[in-house]
């Protein structure tokens, strides 16, 4: 069976203002983006902070509060136009097609229900022993209990690894990870992007990275977009990415980069 060339993810046009009803005015966090990404693609969104990405990530499923943001333009996910589905239609869409991955981990799991509850209500359904599969790939012990365990009772680190295994679980078409590494050393890092990786190469699905990390983008992405102060400023291949020398912002953007990297080692 051959299967659609149809983009798992189609932006056009998009933008997001915030509304400000003290004063009376409206910013443009994301304004006028385009861009698509095909199944079995890793796309990355990489831009310094304050650049809109959060805001866009958010954006796509509508994850921004209606009163204080207002979203125009479109969004299609598997064929269906986001900003015109109703609330439960939406939830479906979440649920089976749409896994996020959140900064904060701990602001993604219920603080009163055991890890276990929360990642085997999963669709997949998944076995104590596909779980230690996935738990070992992240370097997670299972054997310390982790599902009979509380989110308070875990480090920012371990949490952020079982949001991805809860990701991944849900068998998606789609996974927006939003600075899912943030928060982890580089070692943990690479581990962590490798498994979302390996999902996308497995399934077929596609990866939306939102980051601030250049080595991470450069080393995992198949395209990688440029955000600036919510606009797309340029999208590249991975191979040309570094090769950009005629793009000022890009090399102002790549030298501070490694400034700050070389500082912190």
Known sequence: MIESKQPILQVDSLSVK???????????IVDNISFSIQLSEFFTILGENGSGKSTLAYSLIKLLKPSAFEISGEIIIKGQRILELSESNLNVIRKNEVSYIFQNPYSSFDPIRRIGNQLFNSKSGSSSEIMSEHFNSLKLNSDNNILKKFPFQLSGGMLQ???AVRAVLSNPKLIIADEPTSAL?????????????TYMKKSGAAVLFITQDFDLAVKYSSRIGVLKDGVLHSIHNQNQFLK?????Y????????????????
């Open 18 to 28: 915030k509304c400000d009803d003290q004063t009376s005015t409206t910013k443009y």
């Open 244 to 248: 950009s020398h005629n793009d000022v």
């Open 250 to 265: 890009l090399e102002k953007l790549i030298n501070s980069y490694k400034y700050i990297y070389r500082t912190e080692k």
């Open 161 to 163: 690894r079982i949001s």
């Open 185 to 197: 050393d580089k070692p943990i890092s690479n581990l962590f992007m490798e498994y979302l990786l």
